[in-house]
């Protein structure tokens, strides 16, 4: 009796030990076979989660047309000239603008959302400014938000701006263009072109405008209005800023001039001032 149940015993440790083995073999298997369906399963999301752009351009004038894409992506296009993108869905910004023969910028800039779809964009110069159409899926879309369609901008009005100023601010300085008014997309092309001009110079250092936003905001320095000098300078003082630069844009008759201040901020001095036709 002792022998037999040692052997019964014997015969049930190993039927367990086979039991767990076969138990551990499948539990191993199941993983296996769950991380590849997850891997599938996020391929196939993060596939689908792609909408398809074409950028044409229609019109026939000289010159090539640049073309950004959410501000990063830089594009050239010749006349005619057609491109494909592949975007993540959600919101999109397209900004073109070219150079035209009087050395004025035409400019235009559409948003759009897309969601898994196929989207044309079109961008047609005309006389006095760049349109841009769009169609989802060979649908129209209307209602779609243009931040600006016109926008001629003389670069002999920026640089001319630039040469007044430029030589009154100390070599080494470090400057922050605060800001110009009115907020849009002219004061924006106008900001960038005067800081990439003082950034070329190899004169200056510039505050990164995006950077100057950012903190703007999170400090809560009112710029709806009109900018104070004091308000400038204190922007100024928090960047460890030399000189500050405000402008604004005025408008008569047909007629747009770009008027620059710069403030010393140690002083807060006027030490340069300018007034150019765009």
């Given at each position: 009796m002792p022998v037999f149940e040692r052997i019964d015993i014997g015969i049930y440790d190993?039927?367990?030990?086979?039991?767990?083995?076969k138990t551990h073999f499948l539990s191993i298997l199941f993983l296996v076979i769950f991380s590849f369906s997850c891997t599938s399963i996020a391929t196939k999301t993060e596939y689908i989660q792609q909408s398809e752009v074409i950028i044409t351009r229609l019109d026939d004038y000289s010159g090539i047309m640049k073309i950004s894409f959410d501000g990063e992506e830089k594009m050239y296009f010749n006349i005619g000239q057609m491109k494909k993108l592949i975007v993540k869905n959600g919101y999109h910004v397209v900004h073109?603008?070219?150079?035209?023969?009087?050395?004025?910028?035409?400019?235009?800039?559409?948003?759009?959302n897309c969601n898994n779809e196929y989207v044309e964009i079109k961008v047609k110069t005309s006389y006095n400014k760049i349109d841009i159409s769009i169609s989802k899926n060979n649908i129209p879309t209307e209602n779609l938000k243009i931040i600006t369609s016109t926008g001629s901008i003389r670069m002999t009005g920026i640089k001319g701006a630039?040469?007044?100023?430029?030589?009154?601010?100390?070599?080494?300085?470090?400057?922050?263009?605060?800001?110009i008014k009115p907020n849009n997309s002219d004061s924006v092309y106008i900001l960038e072109e005067l800081m990439l001009l003082f950034v070329n110079s190899k004169k200056f250092t510039i505050v990164d405008r995006q950077t100057?936003?950012?903190?703007?905001?999170?400090?809560?320095?009112q710029m709806s209005g009109e900018v104070s000098d004091e308000t400038a300078v204190s922007?100024?003082?928090?960047f460890g800023a030399n000189v500050v630069i405000v402008g604004n844009i005025t408008t008569s008759g047909r007629q747009r001039r770009l008027r620059l201040r710069v403030l010393d901020v140690k002083t807060a001095q006027v030490i340069a001032m300018s007034s150019d036709i765009i």
């Open positions: 190993k039927l367990l030990r086979i039991g767990d083995m073109a603008e070219i150079e035209m023969y009087d050395y004025s910028t035409r400019r235009g800039t559409m948003e759009f630039y040469n007044t100023i430029s030589p009154l601010i100390p070599n080494g300085s470090k400057i922050a263009i605060v800001d100057l936003e950012s903190i703007r905001k999170e400090q809560r320095f922007i100024g003082k928090f």
